[in-house]
């Protein structure tokens, strides 16, 4: 059926991507890519023939030539599949303008949803997942950095960062200076690769552990939530003994 399909792709192994990805990939009328080089070799991978299809290269920033030419396929009724790089598009990855276009000329927009690092990294990390904010990239500016930290303080959930490994020590040292080294962390390294790491513990731990260290490969960083300081009983009752003292008359 006509509409735009993103598509999801692994974050490291191939047979990551789902049946579904591939079956899309497959019918599509029109397929697009922010890197056209990788997702034919995924194809390639998966024994999915190009069938005199080629993939159009589309990044959001990239002009809306492209865009145009998308829209003017899904205007036709045609099938139009986008993947990103790695994981789920529209992720710290292109998709969002393409989407938002579609959806408001009325075409069906679909997903066959995959992998993502953010949630690898969460579902690993042993930290709370009830709640959660996915914060992107930090800027890389330190003055912009730390107050882009200084703003996430207060959020009432697990933070969770993309972050590349040239800057994993500046970011975790601003991340204990601005949060409190104290916060539990971990650090997620080439998930679902062969040299697949995780690294948990306070922020003030990670920063001493990467001050020094020469680091690779992609990375996710967590931080837990700040706790409020622990409240006792004995607190609550006096509080309470003070509020209706200050009430009665
Ligand atoms: N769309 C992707 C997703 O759904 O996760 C993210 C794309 S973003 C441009 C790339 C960043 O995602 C990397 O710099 C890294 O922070 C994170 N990332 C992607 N693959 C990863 C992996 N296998 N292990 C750890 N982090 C990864």
């Known amino acids: 059926a006509g509409g735009l399909y993103f598509v999801a792709t692994p974050i490291g192994t191939a047979r990551d991507i789902t049946l579904r990805a591939l079956d899309v990939l497959a019918s599509a009328d029109v397929i697009a890519a922010e890197d056209t080089r990788s997702l034919r070799r995924l194809m390639e991978i998966h024994g999915v023939p190009l069938e005199g299809r080629r993939i159009l290269s589309y990044h959001d920033h990239s002009g809306t030539g492209t865009r145009d030419r998308l829209m003017a396929e899904l205007a036709q009724g ?40 953010a949630l690898t990294a969460l579902t690993l990390a042993g930290l709370p997942t009830d709640a959660f904010f996915f914060a992107g990239f930090l800027p890389n500016a330190a003055g912009a950095r730390r107050s882009r930290i200084e703003g996430l303080r207060d959020i009432p959930g697990t933070l969770v960062f993309y972050e590349s490994p040239k800057r994993l020590a500046a970011c975790l040292t601003d991340l204990a200076q601005v949060l409190g080294g104290d916060r539990q962390a971990a650090m997620c390294r080439e998930l679902t690769k062969k040299f697949e790491q995780i690294r948990r513990g306070t922020l003030a731990d990670l920063s001493a552990q990467y001050r020094d260290a020469t680091v690779k490969g992609e990375i996710v960083l967590l931080v837990d939530r700040a706790h409020s300081p622990a409240v006792n009983d004995a607190d609550v009752e006096e509080a309470l003994r003070q509020a209706l003292e200050t009430h009665s008359v």
Do not use: H, N, R, W
């Not at 989407?99 to 992998?115: D, L």
């Open 78 to 117: 045609k099938s139009v599949a986008y993947a990103s790089e790695a994981g789920m598009p529209l992720i710290a990855d292109p998709g969002y303008d393409l989407g938002k276009q579609a959806a408001e000329a009325g075409f069906t927009v679909t997903c066959a949803p995959g992998p993502s690092a």
